[in-house]
């Protein structure tokens, strides 16, 4: 089964580069290697990454942390979803 984490989160006012940045960096650090990961950009310096595992549904996998609560603007939502159809 393949699982997709994503994680998403919005930063606070003109500091939307360097919460890009820190994502990236916490991406390659993950405890283990995903399958695939993606990293993209919103307007109002919104961020998502994405995962995907080998894994079941409810397997234990790592994930982003929280950034530091000045980098965001909120917090960080987080949802996980496993894949019925690839095209």
Same mark, same amino acid.
């Given at each position: 089964?393949?699982?997709?984490l994503?994680?998403?989160a ?6 939307? @580069? +360097? =919460?890009? &940045?820190?994502?990236?960096?916490? /991406?390659?650090?993950l405890?283990?290697?995903?399958? *695939? ?21 409810? @397997? +234990? =996998?790592? &994930?982003?942390?929280e950034?530091? /609560? ?7 939502? *987080? ?9």
């Amino acid at each position: 089964m393949t699982v997709a984490l994503m994680w998403e989160a919005r930063a606070a006012e003109g500091r939307g @580069a +360097e =919460l890009l &940045e820190w994502a990236r960096a916490q /991406a390659r650090v993950l405890a283990a290697e995903p399958l *695939r990961r993606e990293i993209l950009r919103a307007p109002q310096d919104r961020v998502l990454v994405l995962t995907w595992w080998d894994a079941p549904y409810d @397997a +234990e =996998l790592p &994930e982003l942390p929280e950034p530091a /609560a000045e980098l965001i603007t909120r917090a960080v939502h *987080r949802w996980r979803f496993e894949s019925v159809e690839q095209g």
